[in-house]
């Protein structure tokens, strides 16, 4: 079984930059992506972008398009969520998932626990 164990989050300062790290305790099928994920309580989890275990194609939700950018180490043991010019509301549990590309909520077959981001000066 997969697991992802997410790590990274915290609190900052609007305007500065966090970067999450995902970890994936084995080896994910090239048809599958990893990916992330936000959610604020009462509200749905929102689908921030994901990266292609085989290509490495990465695709990116428009709403942090420009800001957040997801990358990976070249063992793709590792994946990352790069978060620039953090605004008040981006603060989130944010979640890493692994699942049938294009990932989505309904193909995230594994999610991780969790890691909490908040931005507030």
């Known amino acids: 079984q997969v697991q992802l164990t997410e790590s990274g989050g915290g609190l900052v300062q609007p305007g500065n930059s966090l970067r999450l790290s995902c970890e994936v305790s084995?080896?994910?099928?090239?048809?599958?992506?990893v990916g992330w994920f936000r959610q604020v309580p009462g509200r749905e989890r929102e689908w921030l972008g994901y990266?292609?275990?085989?290509?490495?194609?990465?695709v990116h939700a428009d709403s942090v398009k420009g800001r957040f950018a997801i990358s990976r180490t070249t063992d793709k043991k590792t994946v990352f969520l790069q978060m620039d010019s953090l605004k008040p509301e981006d603060t989130a549990v944010y979640f890493c998932?692994?699942?049938?590309?294009?990932?989505?909520?309904?193909?995230?077959?594994?999610w991780g626990q969790g890691t909490q981001v908040t931005v507030s000066s």
């Open positions: 998932a692994a699942g049938f590309a294009p990932l989505s909520l309904q193909t995230a077959r594994y």
């Open positions: 084995e080896r994910i099928l090239s048809s599958w992506a």
């Open positions: 990266i292609r275990q085989g290509s490495g194609v990465r």
